[in-house]
């Protein structure tokens, strides 16, 4: 399975923007569903935007849609989430994960459909 490193993370004023971005170690990645997912301390693990091996198919969590962007670059292997207007509430542990399923859009939400985690990427956001 290919290595994911996330980067992009810190910490910012509430109606700040922040990308994270996840790095595949190789491009076995680009034929499958990749995923955002977060976790605040004590909450369990939770997803955030997911697109499709082709980019062509994203679904997001009802908390942040409209606010963050997920996207893909293939010839680089990475898959990125732009966040805008952040919340507080979208304080944790930021994880890139590849789907084990297959695309099947809210779905792909699910943590228990990831097969391979990053190390994550810490995002603080202060009212």
């Known amino acids: 399975q290919a290595q994911l490193v996330e980067s992009g993370g810190g910490s910012v004023q509430a109606g700040g923007s922040l990308t994270l971005s996840c790095a595949a170690s190789?491009?076995?990645?680009?034929?499958?569903?990749m995923a955002w997912f977060r976790q605040a301390p004590g909450k369990e693990r939770e997803g955030v935007a997911a697109?499709?091996?082709?980019?062509?198919?994203?679904s997001y969590a009802s908390s942040v849609k409209g606010r963050f962007t997920i996207s893909r670059d293939h010839a680089e292997n990475t898959v990125s989430l732009q966040m805008n207007s952040l919340k507080p509430e979208d304080t944790g542990m930021y994880y890139c994960?590849?789907?084990?399923?297959?695309?099947?859009?809210?779905?792909?939400?699910?943590?228990?459909?990831?097969?391979?985690w990053g190390q994550g990427t810490q995002v603080t956001v202060s009212s």
């Open positions: 994960g590849t789907d084990a399923v297959g695309w099947s859009g809210a779905g792909s939400l699910r943590p228990g459909q990831v097969v391979n």
């Open positions: 190789d491009d076995t990645v680009n034929g499958k569903s």
């Open positions: 697109i499709s091996a082709k980019g062509s198919l994203t």
